[in-house]
């Protein structure tokens, strides 16, 4: 027996067309959300990092605060408001994400958050360890804003 070949009914087309753009409306929904998360990711990322360049400014002025203090002698009393103020200041850019980058004598060189000036005799400390700091480094959420400068032990 052959079959017929029915044609569509007009209620099958219409189902068939419903479908379709029902499939088509949770694709566009779809997109538009992972749109919407990967935006609000991008302006949080932004908002991060829009203050760089003024923190590494800052990080300028905390480094001369600290030779300041250093140039005045302990019993003088402008030194103590030199480091009150540093103090001040190091507190108020640490809520807004900065931190120092740790460079200790005998730590391992790590080139990511450090910037070698220098090779010295290790005089039998371990190569490739910090021999010297020699001027502070600072992250920024994370994100190294300026390395310590170091000498490394060859």
Known sequence: MEEEIKEPSELE???????EYLNGWK???ADLA?????????????????????MKDLTTVLDSL???AAA???TNEARKGILIIQAQLEEV?????LEKIT????????????????????????????????????????????PARVTVTK
């Open 27 to 29: 694709r566009a929904k």
């Open 66 to 68: 600290a030779l300041a």
């Open 93 to 97: 850019l640490k809520k807004h994400g």
């Open 103 to 146: 460079a200790n004598v005998g730590d391992d060189f790590d080139p990511a958050k450090h910037e070698a000036m220098a090779l010295v005799d290790g005089a039998g400390k371990p190569p490739e360890t910090i021999a010297e700091e020699i001027e502070k480094g600072y992250s920024l959420n994370g994100k190294v804003l300026k």
């Open 34 to 54: 992972n749109s919407k998360a990967e935006e609000g990711k991008r302006l949080t990322d932004f908002a991060k990092f829009v203050g760089e360049a003024m």
């Open 72 to 74: 005045i002698p302990e």
């Open 13 to 19: 087309t219409l189902k068939a067309q419903c479908e």
